[in-house]
């Protein structure tokens, strides 16, 4: 079974992201096996530029050689479901990296890590907490299985 990983800074905190996150995980699984860690948040004190510095660091050290790094970023590329479905499979069927999906902090990712990234994806113009942005990113790789297998949740 093919995995993806999703990299993130900080853990789901409130129960109704936790559970969110956990429901279309445990759905994905069906199809990948979905690898999700979560790197300790910067301390609160430090000024935004910072932040994101010492997060992305944390962030760059749980990447490894053979991460395909799919940065999340207002300023990626924009796509509707069924072309992140189709992303989607020619990032599974490389056969030498595996997806990696990074989502920055409260100030995004930081310049090291977005440097490091492969592609920058967006989930829409919108800005999003942190956390709402892995739900969405774990229910967008649900639904592009599912439209890649046909199952029907996808309309």
């Known amino acids: 079974?093919?995995?993806?990983?999703?990299?993130?800074?900080?853990?789901?905190?409130?129960?109704?992201?936790?559970?969110?996150?956990?429901?279309?995980?445990?759905?994905?699984?069906?199809?990948?096996?979905?690898?999700?860690?979560?790197v300790k948040d910067a301390p609160g004190h430090l000024p935004p530029e910072q932040r994101s510095e010492v997060e992305g660091r944390n962030l760059m050290a749980k990447m490894g050689p053979k991460d395909l790094i799919l940065g999340l970023d207002a300023q990626g590329l924009r796509h509707t479901s069924e072309e992140f479905a189709a992303a989607l499979k020619t990032w599974l069927e490389e056969p030498v990296y595996r997806p990696c999906f990074v989502l920055g902090g409260a100030f995004g990712l930081s310049q090291e890590?977005?440097?490091?990234?492969?592609?920058?994806?967006?989930?829409?113009p919108m800005t999003l907490p942190h956390e709402l942005a892995r739900v969405v990113l774990f229910e967008q790789l649900f639904r592009a299985m599912s439209i890649l297998r046909g199952t029907g949740y996808h309309h």
């Open 1 to 38: 079974m093919k995995s993806v990983l999703c990299l993130a800074v900080g853990r789901l905190k409130a129960p109704y992201w936790f559970h969110a996150a956990g429901h279309y995980a445990k759905l994905l699984g069906r199809f990948v096996r979905l690898e999700s860690i979560s």
């Open 113 to 124: 890590v977005l440097r490091r990234c492969d592609r920058l994806i967006s989930l829409g």
